[in-house]
Structures are given as C-alpha cells and as structure tokens.
C-alpha cells in the first residue's frame, strides 16, 4: 500500500533500526519504545489489522507466532516479554499494518490511560 508507513519500512523505503528480516516479515526497534526493548513485528504483506485476516493469512500468522521466540531470545529476553497487538481506534491502534509489539526487561505499566 502505498501510503502506509509499515508498508514503506518493510520495503526499506524508510529507514528503521532491523532486528529480523525472512521473506514474509520484518521485526524493527519501535521509534518511541515503551520499555527497555521494543520492538516491532510487521508482516510484509499489507494487512490493515486483526479485523481483515482471512484463512489465506493462516500459515503467515503462525510463522509470526512462531519467531516471536526466536526474536525474543535473539534480544536477550530470558526473563520474558510481553506481546501486544493492538486492533481498532478504541485500542489506539495509530498504525493500519498489522504489528505485533514485544517488550520486555519490564516497565508494565504501557499503555497509559
Ligand atoms: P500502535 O499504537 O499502532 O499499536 O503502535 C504503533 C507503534 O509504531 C508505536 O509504538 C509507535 O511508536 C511506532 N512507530 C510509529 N511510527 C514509527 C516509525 O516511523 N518508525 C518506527 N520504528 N516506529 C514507529
Ligand atoms: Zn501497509
């Protein structure tokens, strides 16, 4: 999608600090990060949130659950981490590309309000 940031950074049409990168997902350090590490799993495909996943989405969303592991282990995330996907405008999703947030090394109290 052309006008959509997450779209533009997977594309390296925009630059972001990469963490993780195959050919159906990009994971990236969040620009404002909420805890001491956070970061950002963004599927290369433009999918606008939760709400629009098809059955088509299946195998790509468990290759995403699948990395969150890998990538938390990768960020030296031992002790855990939490995992956030926000959907909708009551949720303040303020990015329409589907993303998985993990953070960790704590600071719990994301998000305010
Ligand atoms: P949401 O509130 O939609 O669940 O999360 C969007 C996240 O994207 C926020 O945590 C925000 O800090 C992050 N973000 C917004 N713009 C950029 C950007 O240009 N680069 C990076 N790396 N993160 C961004
Ligand atoms: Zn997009």
Redesign the pocket.
């Known amino acids: 999608m052309s006008d959509c940031?997450f779209c533009k950074?997977a594309e390296g049409a925009?630059p972001?600090?990469k963490v993780y990168e195959d050919e159906q997902i990009v994971c990236?350090?969040?620009?404002?990060p909420?805890a001491p590490v956070?970061v950002?799993i963004v599927p290369k495909k433009h999918i606008k949130s939760l709400d629009e996943l098809t059955s088509d989405d299946a195998e790509l969303i468990s290759h995403i659950m699948l990395k969150i592991k890998d990538i938390a282990a990768e960020l030296g995330l031992e002790g855990g981490y939490r995992t956030?996907i926000?959907t909708g405008d009551d949720a303040?999703?303020?990015?329409k590309h589907l993303?998985f947030?993990i953070l960790g090394k704590r600071k719990l109290t994301w998000p305010p309000g």
């Open positions: 940031l950074i925009i972001s600090n990236f350090h969040d620009i404002e909420q956070h950002l956030v926000n303040f999703q303020t990015v993303h947030h």
